[in-house]
């Protein structure tokens, strides 16, 4: 990964587009790392990745006795009527 102070990246900037192609380029300002530069293909991809996991997460916990967004709709809706009655 190339990693770049913040006023390198600021100078090289056309340098960091590139780079981000091929590879993640650091960012770092005072010594500290601040952002990571990606090319936009592997910003879905990670993205992709995310949105498969939270779909994942959301099948076990159904299965696990959660309640699906439908029936957590149904139940708020059952028990706002409850409460004003």
Known sequence: MLTLTATDAKTRFGQV????LTEPVA??????????VVSSQEYRR???AEDALWGIRAK????GGMLTAKQTKDWQARMGA???A
């Open 60 to 63: 076990m916990a159904e299965a």
């Open 82 to 84: 409850k409460l004003s």
């Open 17 to 20: 587009l590139e780079s981000a």
């Open 27 to 36: 960012i770092e300002k005072n010594g500290r790392q601040l952002a990571i």
């Open 46 to 48: 990670l993205q992709e």
